[in-house]
């Protein structure tokens, strides 16, 4: 395994199972690795992988300081760094690779919602049946990827993501 250092963190794992959430109290102190395979957490004395193929979410649950959860199967991660900056980069990085299943099935549902006039988080939220942090992230790579402007309209590239050329109604090509 080749790793490097990517940040000192904080970090805490729960198992959860069929019996629910296992918690763990006791924050470690250690650091976050990063590979080609995954992310690795270490406290010094044991490793932790977490391969991004599996991650299943990863969301930011405290502003001040700055912790992020990462969900895979049967475990709950919480990790908290020095540096608030790199910990949303990381996140920002891994977003697309998590969205998995119905990832751009889920974007393309939120453009065909825009491209409608509706906008609100909250119906979206229902709309797509994701929570509201998805929402915003989902809006977040639309923005990136230029589907949708600053205001959350539609571009031309979400546009002709979502529509087939002359089969918009209204449109005459």
């Known amino acids: 395994m080749k790793a490097q250092k990517y940040e000192n963190v904080e970090f805490v794992i729960n198992h959860s ?32 992988e977490l391969p991004v193929k599996d991650l299943e979410n990863i969301t930011v649950v405290s502003d001040e300081p700055l912790k992020l959860r990462l969900k895979i199967p049967s475990l709950d991660i919480m990790v908290s760094g020095q540096r608030a900056e790199r910990l949303l980069a990381l996140r920002h990085f891994l977003l697309p690779s998590i969205s998995g299943e119905g ?3 889920k974007l393309k549902s939120l453009l065909r919602f825009r491209a409608l006039g509706i906008s609100d988080p909250e119906l979206l939220s229902k709309l797509l049946n994701i929570d509201s942090q998805n929402v915003e992230d989902l809006t977040g790579i ?17 546009d002709s993501l979502i529509f087939v050329p002359g089969e918009r109604e209204g449109r005459h090509e």
């Open 142 to 158: 639309a923005k990136e990827k230029g589907l949708l402007d600053s205001d959350g309209r539609l571009t031309e590239a979400g």
């Open 103 to 105: 990832g751009t099935d």
């Open 17 to 48: 199972g069929d019996e629910g959430i296992k918690l763990s109290l006791i924050w470690r102190k250690g650091g976050l690795y990063l590979s080609l395979s995954g992310l690795f957490l270490t406290d010094g004395s044991t490793w932790y």
